[in-house]
């Protein structure tokens, strides 16, 4: 079955929240849903409140679901695709991290 990772909208008039939910593609948006990942408020203040199982997410991106636009942003803030990537992107950040540490301290010296 092909999943995605999508939002599903809540809420009153200018007032909405978001659940993240793991649905079939071929499903409605209102349609049935798999598993709830998290909640997303943006209108929350003083900052959008995005709270999301990190484990079952990561489960669920390593299972082939497809977050849409916006759940990979809001996953990208968390650090969560990073994590997805297998590491693959801070990975040259700490090798490059290390190299210039390594080359502070040969300056110290």
Known sequence: MATVIRLKRGGRTHEPYYRVVV???RS???GR???ELGI???CARPEPL???EEDRALEWLS???QPSDTVRNILSKKGIMAKHAGGAASAPAAVGE???EAEAEAEAE
Do not use: H, N
Request: hydrophobic share 45%; proline share 5%; glycine share 4%.
């Open 23 to 25: 649905m079939d593609s």
């Open 28 to 30: 409605k948006l209102t």
């Open 33 to 35: 849903v798999i598993e």
């Open 40 to 42: 997303y408020q943006p």
């Open 50 to 52: 995005m709270e999301i």
């Open 63 to 65: 299972k082939g679901a």
């Open 98 to 100: 290390a190299e210039a």
